[in-house]
């Protein structure tokens, strides 16, 4: 299985100022048939379930604030929120769909100083 | 809008089997990929396996021998099967839809359920 490692764990930031995640995998998830890379962001909100924010590496999902963006290449990859807002906490997880089975980095947990 | 939507037992008793059932509203089921994935407390997120709308199934190895996926798309539903439970099998089980872009090879998860819990106990 493709393991994904995610940096830090916890993240405690200030309202207005900018926040970035890492993601590495243990295989690179770069698809050289179509040229594209396996790699997703998900924002689990406190109580809720996982939403999509970022698919393909950096394909923003519908209604998703521009102040989110996903970059990367092979094994690493980073989630920048260019000013993080009170209802950007929650845990972000990065996830690979190159190969099955799917897997998920082990969670970013975001919150405000 | 699109919306799933689990049901099922909160509680199931050791090596008994799990059965969940996951309703669609909003959409067809055509075409799409109907995923399970679970989620133990304060852990982080499994995938169990996908049925596509054909029937067809994809399972994690680590589950395979103990899963068994189906749809129905004439009810607009799809189901989860789990044999011999053990307490690490305790996990909030969510539904969710995966969906290719035409210009993309793999499917991503566009719409979740919200989750339910189910407990091992005896």
């Known amino acids: 299985d493709i393991v994904m490692t995610q940096i830090p764990l916890s993240l405690p930031v200030t309202p207005g100022e900018p926040a970035s995640i890492s993601c590495t995998s243990s295989q690179s998830l770069f698809d050289s048939d179509d040229a594209s890379t396996y790699l997703d962001w998900y924002l689990q909100k406190p109580g809720q379930s996982p939403q999509l924010l970022i698919h393909t590496l950096f394909y923003r999902a519908s209604g998703v604030p521009d102040r989110f963006s996903g970059s990367g290449s092979g094994t690493e990859f980073t989630l920048k929120i260019s000013r993080v807002e009170a209802e950007d906490v929650g845990v972000y997880f990065c996830m690979q769909r190159i190969e099955f089975p799917i897997t998920f980095g082990q969670g970013t947990r975001l919150e405000i100083k | 809008q699109v919306q799933l939507q689990e049901s099922g037992p909160g509680l199931v008793k050791p090596s008994e089997t799990l059965s969940l059932t996951c309703t669609v509203s909003?959409?067809?089921?055509?075409?799409?990929?109907w995923n399970w994935i679970r989620q133990p407390p304060g852990k982080g997120l499994e995938w169990i396996g996908y049925?596509?709308?054909?029937?067809?199934?994809n399972y994690n190895p680590s589950l395979k021998s103990r899963v068994t996926m189906s749809v129905d798309t004439s009810k607009n539903q799809f189901s989860l099967k789990v044999t011999s439970m053990t307490a690490a099998d305790t996990a909030v089980y969510y539904c969710?839809?995966?969906?290719?872009?035409?210009?993309?090879?793999?499917?991503?998860?566009?719409?979740w359920g919200q989750g339910t819990l189910v407990s091992v106990s005896s």
């Open positions: 049925v596509y709308y054909s029937g067809s199934t």
């Open positions: 969710a839809r995966g969906f290719i872009e035409e210009q993309f090879a793999v499917f991503y998860f566009d719409y």
């Open positions: 909003g959409d067809s089921m055509d075409s799409y990929y």
